[in-house]
């Protein structure tokens, strides 16, 4: 589960972040023109949800001893 934390973080940063063409999924690319906000909610999603499975992978850890 935490590989799967790291790679959201990686994500959710790079929508959080400002990207332009030539990089993937750019705001062009995705017919948002100069949109920012649905970038930004799904990367403060996907930042939430790696926090979660983070922790969750923690408890995990420490309940199995």
């Given amino acids: 589960m935490k590989i799967l934390a790291v790679v959201l973080v990686i994500a959710g940063l790079y929508l959080l972040l400002d990207h332009v063409p030539p990089f993937p999924l750019n705001h ?3 017919g948002l023109g100069k ?3 649905a ?3 799904v990367g403060a999603v996907a ?3 790696a ?3 983070w922790r969750r992978s923690a408890r995990q850890t420490a309940a199995r001893g």
């Fill in 28 to 30: 062009e690319d995705i």
């Fill in 35 to 37: 949109t920012h906000v």
């Fill in 39 to 41: 970038h930004a909610v």
């Fill in 47 to 49: 930042l939430i949800g």
């Fill in 51 to 53: 926090a979660v499975l």
